[in-house]
């Protein structure tokens, strides 16, 4: 199912007069069967906008719709959507498979039409009962938690919570999944399989799901699209990697590289680029004078072996080593820092003078508003 | 406006609350608020008759004449006694208590279980109780005074006290004391239960980092315990004074309908609340529910300018964390 | 300087003695309630009966209709138990957990009326319960006892423990606040339903001014009016030993309630308590 937010917008009100803008004015689509990551920092308004699509937060202004369905007014149970929640929200006293099919025996709605699908569907299923019983398993199997169905919540893990959650928000088949930080409280370890475990899920079922998450990579992991937000004003969409090679502002190309991006100052004057105050190339576009920044991304600067065109002269001045990871710090000619991956673990030595060049299309220029004004 | 009109606003109010409100407002509309302000105004209906519901005007006669009752006068001085021994007696032994529970770490269930007994007795029962143990013969107080050569004493006696005023005062003393110790023995089970909750609120670490300092188990309940404790402690006071202001049960159960020891006429131990229930038990005498209705309005005003001064006096002791 | 002051023999010390004493009551109830009427007159009181007297506990019951009392106080204490955890589940679930007009007030005013002490309030309620010609009859015994204030004050507190999620999943999954409060908020609540179950059953166990009140009949009293009868003899001396059987018939049922539920009582106290 297609969901369309239309100027869509949240102000909460607060004690005093003005009241706090969450989110702001949001137009966004997101197509059938995608696994979407809304992302952003916290504060951002992602989970503001998952909960207005949920149902469970009012409107202030704007439209949701469903497909062709305005759902702007309907309450959240009526809309169709699974949610799960960061913490997963079971029910501490009810057994996994009692958490499971509480969606299907406790609304009326649903049991009306549960009915008439046992009754239309001519299943398998000797009776009613047994029915309900199939589709418990059946979520369950697809989260792989069968083994589980007896225990409490409080006698799993948190990934194994995390997967009775989904189970019991698929098993109503909702057109749309919502999760909210779904990873947030589980360990490094865990997250990762989880995450794939998720995109698992979602390809198996194909439906519409919205993932809020803080953590860009796991957005860029596994979802089909992303769409970043700031302040409750949407900043871009699109599919991983071309947000991540394509930033629309400075607020993505530096959220995206989680850091692992060189902000250098420098300046555009008679149609040049100046890396710090040293003259680096033409512009390919006439721009106006101005100050400016410029992303380089650590992995896009490379070792010249020679003076060619658009390189630039910088020296070593610390390494480090994460990991498998190889870094080098270097100092441009007016003492700004930057930072390199060291890619083949070279033993330069300090003060040692390099020749550097950056990956074409991946010199990101932003103005002092932070809009991007050239990427070459 | 961010809102255009015609977008209402669901989910605001939930209307289906005061299906889950209406009986318990219905209960307290008729049996709490509405008796809160018929005595209110009852207490100042002058010749009122209970059953006709004559009276005539209004004024402040019913609360001048208790004022000038003596066994008036004598009830408040017996529930203002009651309220200043009791209170801060119990709640002494219930910290004290409640201290040494919170530091060790077996049988403090065991304790706590034997310590709330009292509180599931009966109030009559328990009186009677307390008032044979304190019998001059049979009783099991003489008789531990006994062991160490203390000679019986009349606890609950009133010979000869009609004639002479030292008798009176010395029996008066003895009945004080008794119910004094009958309200402490009442009142300590709920207050251990509520300090002990509070203590065990307490967030360890600040022992910790005392203990780490050296600091003295003394100095750390004083500089520590105590003033993390304060907000219990305030809730203690409170809800004793509510308790102990309206002292009677206790002393019916000792003394009886007469509220004194065999002997005595003059109602020695009548507390505020005894003081309304006789002038409602004679509700067929004109006034006589005006001036209960009085009594009761001078309880609730006492407990009133008592919690307001503590809660007042309370911002300088009490820490909120 | 030494870390503890007190050494933890003489913390156990302190509080078997302190717990000694307060059993004095129970221990001198018991132990006179199954002497012989020779053996109370006896001085010094012995510590022990040198036989148990059993028949005392039938002769208070045939003294007294002590029986009839406590069957009273066991319909009144029920009836009141049932109404009043229902009347304040249902407010509690409202304050907890639902948005309404007036929600602020409407709770300060419950909260005041914990303030006045119900000795004020049997005033009028007499007057009301004459007036509905409700003397000697069950529903004046009661009636006032269906509405506490404390009760609706401590449910609403556990009940906002549970937490936020829990409703919200289940308000997407199209679950009804009746059915939510039915098949989550009660399971999760468990420990404070029971303990203001038994303290609606001690305040009923205890209660005295009221039914003296509201009931002339014998055959309407409560324990608490039953007991204030003496127990004398022909030549009008108190029988001691009678009262006490009577004292003990009395205290050892709810006595033995608290025991059997002091788990779930004691946790409820804590965590309701008076946090927030």
Known sequence: MQVRLEQLTKAFESRKKDSVIAVNKLDLTIESGKLIGLLGPSGCGKSTTLFMVAGIHDVTDGKIYFDDRDVTELSADKRGIGLVFQNYALYPHLSVWDNIAFPLLNSKDMKKRL?????????????????????????????????????????????????????????????????????????????IQT???????????????????????????????????????????????????????QFVAEFISRSQINMVHGKIATN????????????????????????????????????????????????????????????????????????????????????????????LVFNQKGEKILQC | MLRPKGTARRNRYDNSAYFYLLPALLLLAVFIVYPIMNT?????????????????????????????????????????????????????????????????????????????????????????????????????????????????????????????????????????????????????????????????????????????????????????????????TLYVFITSVITAFKAYAQVVALFGNQYGPAGDDSKMMITIVGYMMDSMGDYLSPGSISKASSAAMILVVMVMIVTAVQIKISKKWVHYN | MKPQSMSNLFRYFLLSLSAAIILVPFYWMINTSLKTNAEILRIPPTLFPSEFRFQNFADAIVKAPILTYLLNTVVVALSVVAIS???????????????????????????????????????????TIADLGWMNTWQALIAPYCINAFNIYLLRQTFKQVPDELYLASKVDGVSNFRFLRKIMLPLSKSTIVTVMILSVIWIWDTYAWPSLVTTKDSMRLVSNGLQNAFTNDSGRIQYEIQMAASTLVILPLVFLFLMLKKYIISGMVKGGIKG
Request: proline share 4%; glycine share 6%.
């Open chain 2, 40 to 232: 209110l105004i009852t207490s100042f209906k002058g010749e009122y008759r209970f059953l006709t519901g004559d009276f005539e005007g209004y004024s402040w006669q019913n609360y001048v004449e208790i004022i000038k009752d003596p066994i008036f006068r004598r009830a408040i001085l017996n529930t203002l006694f009651i309220a200043f021994v009791c209170i801060p007696a119990s709640m002494a032994i219930a910290l004290f208590l409640s201290l040494i529970l919170n530091s060790i770490q077996k049988w403090q269930g065991f304790f706590m279980t034997l310590f709330y007994l009292p509180q599931v007795t009966n109030v009559i029962a328990a009186g009677i109780v307390f008032a044979f143990m304190f019998n001059t013969n049979f009783g099991v107080i003489n008789m531990i005074l006994g062991w160490f050569g203390i000679d019986p004493v009349a606890w609950i006696s009133g010979q000869g006290i009609a004639s002479s005023p030292k008798l009176y005062h010395q029996a008066y003393a003895r009945s004080l004391f008794i119910v004094f110790v009958y309200t402490v023995w009442q009142g300590i089970s709920l207050k251990i239960i509520l300090f002990l909750s509070g203590l065990q609120n307490i967030n360890k670490q600040y022992y910790q980092a005392a203990k780490v300092d050296g600091t003295s188990t003394w100095r750390m309940i004083r500089k520590i315990t105590l003033p993390l404790l304060s907000p219990t």
């Open chain 1, 272 to 363: 040049k680029l100046y890396l710090g105050q040293e003259e680096w190339f033409p512009l390919p576009a006439p721009l106006m004078d101005q100050e400016v920044t410029i992303g380089l991304r650590y992995e896009n600067i490379k070792h010249a072996m020679e003076n060619i065109e658009r390189s630039f002269t910088a020296s070593v001045t610390a390494k480090a080593r994460i990991g498998g990871i190889s870094t080098v710090q270097v100092r441009l000619a007016d003492g700004q820092q930057i930072t390199l991956l060291n890619d083949h673990d070279e033993s330069l030595r300090e003060s040692e003078r390099l020749n550097l060049v950056v990956k074409p299309q991946s010199i």
């Open chain 1, 195 to 249: 995450r794939d475990e998720i995109k698992r899920i979602q390809q198996q079922t194909g439906i519409t799901t919205i993932m809020v998450t803080h953590d860009q990579e796991e957005a860029l992991a596994i979802s089909d699209e992303v769409i970043v937000l700031k302040d409750g004003l949407l900043q871009q969409q699109g599919a991983p990697q071309d947000v991540y090679d394509n930033p629309a502002n």
């Open chain 1, 115 to 191: 009915k008439k699908q046992f009754a239309e569907q001519h299943s398998n299923s000797p009776n009613y009962k047994a029915y309900i019983n199939k589709l418990v398993e059946d979520a369950a199997k697809l989260v792989e938690i069968t083994a589980y169905l007896d225990r409490k919540p409080g006698e799993l893990s948190g990934g194994q919570q995390q997967r009775v959650a989904i189970a019991r928000a698929i098993v109503k088949s909702p057109s749309i999944l919502l999760m909210d930080e779904p990873l947030s409280n589980l360990d490094a370890r865990l997250r």
């Open chain 3, 85 to 127: 955890t229902v009347v304040s589940v249902l407010a509690a679930f409202a304050f907890a957990r639902l948005n309404f007009r007036g929600k602020q007030i409407l709770f300060i005013v419950i909260l005041g009326t914990m303030m006045v002490p119900q000795e004020m309030l049997i005033i009028t309620n007499f007057m």
